[in-house]
C-alpha cells in the first residue's frame, strides 16, 4: 500500500502536469502528510483529484488565483487539471493530510454507471474547480472525517482498505455533485487561453530554473509578449513571473537539503543561486532557518 509521503517531486511535463505516479495501476491512490513550517509545494496540476485536511495550525493553498486559508479540522476538494500550490509558513504548526486519487479508483470504465454519475460530472465542470469543507455543515465535517480516515486506513494497510477508500471517496463525490450549480459559470475562451500558457510557462520555468531567466524570455517561451506574461501570472497565480521562479529555485534547494547529502553551496549553485550568501538570507527569510539548520530537521522527521 501506498505509504504517506512528505516531499512533492516538481516533477512536470510540457504542460506542467505533474508526472508522478500516486499509487499503483490496481490501486490508484496515494497519501501524504506536510508540515508546511518545513517546505512548501509548488505550483502544479494533475489528473487526479485531491482532498485536503488540515490537522494542525492553518494551511495556506493557492488555487488557481485564490488563496485559501484551511484551518485545522477544515478541508478541501481540489478537482482534477486545476493548478494550485501549498504555500509554506514561517511559524507552525502547518500540518496537512491529503489523498490524490484518480477517477477510475471510483468510476472504473467509461461506461459505466458510477463513471457517468460520480466521475466525469465533476471532470467536466470547469466551473466547479475547488470546494472548501467547513466541519460547521454536517455533511462536510462527515467527509473531512472521511478524509483522515481513509488516510489512516491506507497508510496502515488495514483490512479491506481498498474497499473501504473507494466507499468513502465515492459518498464524497456524490455529495459535490450534489451541491454543484446545475448552471456553473463556464471560463472564458480567453480565461482557457490564460490557463494554457500559465502551464506551458511553469514548465519552462522548471526546465530553465537554474539559468537567467527574464519577463522576456519567459513571455517568448509562449510566443506572447511581456505584458501578457506579467497580467496571466497575476491574474491567475497572484504573483510575479520572477517572484515565482525564486520560490521554485527555494523549493528545490529545499527538497536536495533533505534528500541528498551535497555541500549546500553546491546546492546553491545547482538551484540557480550564485552567491550562496543571497540564497541563505532568502533561504531563511522562506522557512525561517538557514540552510543548514533546515537539513537538520531530517533527524526530526
Known amino acids: 500500500m501506498p505509504m504517506p509521503l512528505s516531499i512533492c517531486s516538481g516533477q512536470t511535463d510540457d504542460t506542467g502536469r505533474e508526472i508522478v505516479t500516486h499509487g499503483q495501476p490496481q490501486f490508484p491512490l496515494a497519501c501524504y502528510e506536510d508540515d508546511q513550517t ?22 495556506t493553498v493557492g488555487v488557481g488565483g485564490e488563496r485559501l486559508t484551511i484551518p485545522a479540522g477544515h478541508g478541501l476538494f481540489i478537482n482534477a487539471g486545476v493548478l494550485h500550490n501549498v504555500e509554506s509558513r514561517e511559524e507552525g504548526p502547518a500540518v496537512l493530510r491529503s489523498i490524490v486519487f484518480h477517477p477510475r479508483l471510483i468510476g ?16 467536466q465542470d470547469k466551473s466547479f474547480p475547488y470546494f472548501p469543507l467547513d466541519p460547521a455543515v454536517p455533511w462536510q465535517g462527515e467527509l473531512v472525517r472521511d478524509i483522515l480516515s481513509v488516510w489512516q486506513a491506507v497508510t496502515e494497510d488495514q483490512e479491506d482498505c481498498e474497499n473501504y477508500a473507494r466507499y468513502r471517496l465515492s459518498a464524497g463525490l456524490r455529495r459535490l455533485n450534489g451541491i454543484r450549480p446545475s448552471e456553473g459559470r463556464e471560463p472564458s475562451r480567453q480565461d482557457q487561453i490564460s490557463a494554457q500558457r500559465i502551464k506551458q510557462m511553469l514548465r519552462f520555468l522548471q526546465d530553465h530554473y537554474t539559468e537567467e531567466v527574464s519577463v522576456e524570455r519567459l513571455a517568448a517561451s509562449v ?5 501578457v506574461c506579467l497580467r496571466c501570472f497575476r491574474q491567475t497565480l497572484g504573483t510575479t513571473p520572477i517572484q515565482y521562479l525564486r520560490r521554485l529555485r527555494l523549493e528545490q534547494a529545499a527538497r536536495l537539503l533533505l534528500t541528498t547529502d551535497k555541500p549546500i553551496h553546491r546546492i546553491s549553485l545547482e538551484c540557480g543561486f550564485s552567491d550562496v550568501s543571497y540564497f541563505t538570507r532568502l533561504f531563511r527569510r522562506e522557512t525561517g532557518l538557514t540552510p543548514r539548520a533546515y537539513r537538520n530537521t531530517r533527524s526530526q522527521g
Do not use: K, N
Not at 496540476?45 to 482532498?51: A, M, V
Not at 510566443?223 to 505584458?227: D, K, N, R, W, Y
Open 38 to 59: 518545513r517546505y512548501f509545494v509548488p505550483w502544479h496540476w494533475h489528473e487526479e483529484f485531491e482532498y485536503i485536511a488540515a490537522v494542525a495550525g492553518h494551511v
Open 108 to 123: 472504473g470504465s467509461v461506461d459505466s454507471v458510477f463513471w457517468q454519475t460520480l466521475a466525469q460530472p465533476l471532470l
Open 223 to 227: 510566443s506572447v509578449s511581456p505584458s
